[in-house]
């Protein structure tokens, strides 16, 4: 993978990580008054999205090969 996509890539991650924590603190499924709440659930957060993005990327891959 270039450079390039994968910083987009873990850049988009880590936003849209920020964007889902924010959300759970706000509908007080997390508190984030503890820093390693905050580190540990934000990590957590990140892999899931990560593994997703990567999954759909590997199916959407696939599919692009099947088609030909």
Do not use: C, P
């Amino acid at each position: 993978m270039k450079k390039s996509k994968w910083f987009l890539q873990v850049f988009l991650t880590a936003l849209i990580t920020m964007w889902v924590q924010a959300g759970l603190d706000q509908v007080n499924i997390i508190q984030i008054t503890n820093v390693w709440v905050d580190a540990s659930s934000w990590l957590l957060i990140f892999f899931v999205i990560y593994a997703l993005f990567e999954w759909t990327a590997h199916v959407l891959t696939k599919r692009k090969t099947v088609h030909r």
